[in-house]
C-alpha cells in the first residue's frame, strides 16, 4: 500500500511532489531543502545549519511516518560546493550516534530556490 506522508513540522512541498511516500515497510523521502517550517524561509546560517535544520526535517517526516534517522537506509547529500563537504560532513555526523546509512554526495550545477544544499533519504519503517 503507498501512504503520502505530510507534516507541519517540514517544509511543505513546493510543487507536485509528496514530502514523502511510504510503501511496503520504506519511506522514500523527497529532497529537502534549508526551510525553516515554521516561517517558510530558507536558512540564512552557516551551510552547517542549513545541513543540522534538513536533518532535522528528515527526523520530522520520519517521525510522522512511523520511524526516525536511526532506521535510515541511504541518504544522498546534493551541493553546490563540494568544498563545504567536511563542514556538513560534521553537521551530519551529529544524527548517526552508530551505524551510519549508506550515503552518497554529489556537487551540483545547481539547486531549486538557489539553495546550495539539499538532502534526500530512504528510510526503514
Known amino acids: 500500500m503507498r501512504e503520502v506522508i ?3 513540522q ?4 513546493v ?7 511510504k510503501h511496503n515497510g520504506v519511506i522514500y523521502v523527497s529532497g529537502q531543502l534549508p526551510f525553516d517550517p515554521q516561517t517558510g524561509e530558507e536558512c540564512k546560517g552557516s551551510i552547517a545549519d542549513k545541513t543540522t535544520l534538513i536533518m532535522n526535517n528528515l ?3 520520519a517521525k510522522e ?3 526516525d534517522l536511526s532506521r535510515a537506509l541511504k541518504i ?4 553546490t560546493d563540494l568544498g563545504n563537504f567536511g563542514t556538513v560532513n560534521e553537521a551530519y555526523a551529529k544524527f548517526f550516534d552508530k551505524e551510519p546509512p549508506a550515503r552518497c554526495c554529489f556537487e551540483v550545477s545547481g539547486l531549486p530556490k538557489g539553495c546550495e544544499i539539499e538532502i534526500d533519504a530512504i528510510i526503514a519503517v
Open 6 to 8: 505530510a507534516t507541519s
Open 10 to 13: 517540514a517544509p511543505a512541498a
Open 15 to 21: 510543487g507536485p511532489y509528496s514530502q514523502a511516500i
Open 59 to 61: 527526523q520530522a517526516i
Open 65 to 67: 511516518a512511523g520511524s
Open 76 to 79: 544522498t547529500i546534493f551541493l
